[in-house]
Protein backbone atom coordinates (compact mmCIF):
# COMPACT_ATOMS: atom_id res chain seq x y z
CA UNK A 1 0.00 0.00 0.00
CA UNK A 2 1.68 3.50 -0.87
CA UNK A 3 -0.44 6.90 0.43
CA UNK A 4 0.34 10.55 -0.35
CA UNK A 5 2.00 12.40 2.34
CA UNK A 6 0.28 15.31 2.20
CA UNK A 7 1.46 18.75 2.02
CA UNK A 8 1.17 19.64 5.60
CA UNK A 9 3.50 16.82 6.32
CA UNK A 10 5.97 18.17 4.02
CA UNK A 11 6.47 21.24 6.29
CA UNK A 12 8.90 22.17 8.84
CA UNK A 13 9.18 19.23 11.66
CA UNK A 14 10.16 19.56 15.20
CA UNK A 15 12.61 16.57 16.32
CA UNK A 16 12.19 14.78 19.39
CA UNK A 17 15.60 16.35 20.61
CA UNK A 18 15.15 20.32 20.82
CA UNK A 19 18.72 20.34 19.59
CA UNK A 20 17.86 19.93 15.85
CA UNK A 21 15.31 20.86 13.18
CA UNK A 22 14.20 18.36 10.54
CA UNK A 23 12.59 19.09 7.54
CA UNK A 24 11.58 16.78 4.02
CA UNK A 25 14.32 17.35 1.99
CA UNK A 26 14.01 19.71 -1.47
CA UNK A 27 15.75 20.77 -4.70
CA UNK A 28 16.31 24.16 -2.60
CA UNK A 29 18.57 22.38 0.00
CA UNK A 30 20.96 21.48 -3.04
CA UNK A 31 23.94 24.19 -2.74
CA UNK A 32 23.23 23.43 1.63
CA UNK A 33 23.98 19.76 0.89
CA UNK A 34 26.94 20.61 -1.42
CA UNK A 35 28.00 22.25 1.30
CA UNK A 36 27.80 20.10 4.10
CA UNK A 37 30.09 17.11 1.91
CA UNK A 38 32.14 19.48 1.16
CA UNK A 39 32.88 19.89 5.17
CA UNK A 40 32.73 15.87 5.57
CA UNK A 41 36.01 14.10 6.06
CA UNK A 42 37.34 11.46 3.22
CA UNK A 43 36.81 9.18 6.24
CA UNK A 44 32.67 10.31 7.09
CA UNK A 45 32.19 10.03 3.30
CA UNK A 46 33.71 6.54 2.64
CA UNK A 47 31.75 5.18 5.65
CA UNK A 48 28.23 6.76 4.02
CA UNK A 49 29.26 5.93 0.55
CA UNK A 50 31.39 2.52 0.98
CA UNK A 51 34.25 4.41 -1.43
CA UNK A 52 35.78 8.08 -2.08
CA UNK A 53 34.08 10.82 -3.14
CA UNK A 54 34.47 14.32 -4.49
CA UNK A 55 30.72 14.85 -4.66
CA UNK A 56 27.36 13.63 -3.86
CA UNK A 57 26.67 11.09 -6.73
CA UNK A 58 23.88 12.34 -8.78
CA UNK A 59 22.16 9.55 -9.13
CA UNK A 60 21.70 9.54 -5.49
CA UNK A 61 21.39 13.05 -4.71
CA UNK A 62 18.52 13.80 -7.72
CA UNK A 63 15.76 11.18 -6.65
CA UNK A 64 16.85 12.36 -3.15
CA UNK A 65 15.89 15.78 -3.52
CA UNK A 66 12.70 15.19 -6.13
CA UNK A 67 9.98 15.01 -3.55
CA UNK A 68 8.88 11.50 -4.47
CA UNK A 69 8.61 9.70 -1.62
CA UNK A 70 7.60 6.80 -2.95
CA UNK A 71 10.69 6.78 -4.29
CA UNK A 72 13.67 8.20 -2.94
CA UNK A 73 12.69 9.64 0.52
CA UNK A 74 14.96 12.37 2.32
CA UNK A 75 14.72 14.11 4.98
CA UNK A 76 17.65 17.29 6.57
CA UNK A 77 18.69 17.98 9.94
CA UNK A 78 19.77 21.56 11.05
CA UNK A 79 20.37 23.12 14.51
CA UNK A 80 17.42 24.73 16.13
CA UNK A 81 17.13 27.82 15.09
CA UNK A 82 19.72 27.96 12.91
CA UNK A 83 19.29 28.24 8.94
CA UNK A 84 18.44 26.17 6.58
CA UNK A 85 21.12 26.77 4.65
CA UNK A 86 23.58 25.14 7.30
CA UNK A 87 22.40 21.78 7.05
CA UNK A 88 24.03 19.38 9.49
CA UNK A 89 22.79 15.87 7.83
CA UNK A 90 20.90 14.17 5.48
CA UNK A 91 18.99 11.09 5.36
CA UNK A 92 17.29 8.89 3.09
CA UNK A 93 14.95 5.76 2.37
CA UNK A 94 15.56 4.53 -1.13
CA UNK A 95 12.66 2.29 -2.34
CA UNK A 96 13.74 0.24 -5.22
CA UNK A 97 10.98 -1.36 -6.84
CA UNK A 98 10.48 -4.97 -6.23
CA UNK A 99 13.10 -4.76 -3.47
CA UNK A 100 11.78 -6.01 0.17
CA UNK A 101 12.87 -3.39 1.99
CA UNK A 102 13.73 0.18 1.57
CA UNK A 103 17.51 1.02 2.17
CA UNK A 104 18.50 3.58 4.23
CA UNK A 105 21.16 5.92 4.40
CA UNK A 106 22.16 8.33 6.78
CA UNK A 107 25.67 11.51 6.54
CA UNK A 108 26.06 13.94 9.25
CA UNK A 109 28.60 16.07 9.15
CA UNK A 110 31.61 15.43 11.45
CA UNK A 111 31.30 18.58 13.97
CA UNK A 112 27.79 17.07 14.48
CA UNK A 113 28.02 13.54 14.86
CA UNK A 114 27.14 12.05 18.22
CA UNK A 115 24.90 14.82 18.89
CA UNK A 116 21.31 13.01 18.00
CA UNK A 117 20.87 14.85 15.00
CA UNK A 118 21.28 11.36 12.86
CA UNK A 119 18.80 10.20 15.43
CA UNK A 120 16.22 12.68 14.93
CA UNK A 121 16.52 12.13 10.85
CA UNK A 122 15.75 8.22 11.17
CA UNK A 123 13.02 8.79 13.73
CA UNK A 124 11.16 11.30 10.38
CA UNK A 125 12.02 8.88 7.76
CA UNK A 126 10.44 6.03 10.12
CA UNK A 127 7.55 8.05 10.93
CA UNK A 128 7.21 8.87 6.94
CA UNK A 129 7.48 5.36 5.52
CA UNK A 130 4.98 3.63 8.33
CA UNK A 131 2.25 6.00 6.84
CA UNK A 132 3.27 5.07 3.30
CA UNK A 133 2.75 1.42 3.98
CA UNK A 134 6.91 0.45 4.19
CA UNK A 135 7.01 -2.50 6.28
CA UNK A 136 10.88 -3.18 6.30
CA UNK A 137 14.08 -1.16 6.38
CA UNK A 138 17.77 -2.54 5.44
CA UNK A 139 20.93 -0.79 6.45
CA UNK A 140 24.28 -1.84 5.53
CA UNK A 141 27.60 -0.55 7.47
CA UNK A 142 31.39 -1.24 6.54
CA UNK A 143 33.41 -3.60 8.84
CA UNK A 144 33.48 -1.93 12.88
CA UNK A 145 31.03 0.53 11.99
CA UNK A 146 27.82 -1.29 13.72
CA UNK A 147 27.05 1.67 15.42
CA UNK A 148 23.47 2.09 13.07
CA UNK A 149 22.51 -1.28 13.41
CA UNK A 150 22.62 -1.11 16.60
CA UNK A 151 20.35 2.10 17.43
CA UNK A 152 17.99 0.05 14.64
CA UNK A 153 18.00 -2.54 16.93
CA UNK A 154 17.11 -0.78 19.90
CA UNK A 155 13.71 0.91 18.05
CA UNK A 156 13.22 -1.99 15.49
CA UNK A 157 12.55 -5.60 15.27
CA UNK A 158 15.56 -7.16 13.52
CA UNK A 159 14.35 -9.51 10.87
CA UNK A 160 17.39 -10.45 9.88
CA UNK A 161 21.23 -9.79 10.37
CA UNK A 162 24.14 -10.60 8.14
CA UNK A 163 27.80 -9.93 7.76
CA UNK A 164 30.05 -10.60 5.07
CA UNK A 165 33.35 -9.63 4.39
CA UNK A 166 31.28 -6.37 2.53
CA UNK A 167 30.63 -5.26 5.98
CA UNK A 168 27.39 -6.11 8.66
CA UNK A 169 23.68 -5.19 7.26
CA UNK A 170 20.32 -5.55 8.96
CA UNK A 171 16.82 -5.94 8.08
CA UNK A 172 14.13 -4.47 10.42
CA UNK A 173 10.17 -4.69 10.90
CA UNK A 174 8.60 -1.42 10.92
CA UNK A 175 4.92 -3.01 11.78
Known amino acids: MTSVIEP ?17 ATPADADALHDLFAACSQDTVRLRFFGHLRAFPADYLDPALSG ?11 AYGASRARLVGLASLALT ?25 VEL ?13 R ?20 ERLAHSADGPSGVYKLD
Open 125 to 137: LLARARIRGVRRV
Open 8 to 24: AARSLLPAADPRWQTAV
Open 97 to 121: PGAPAAELGVLVGDAWQRQGAGRAM
Open 139 to 158: AAVLPGRSALLAALGRRLPA
Open 68 to 78: RADVHDAVVAY
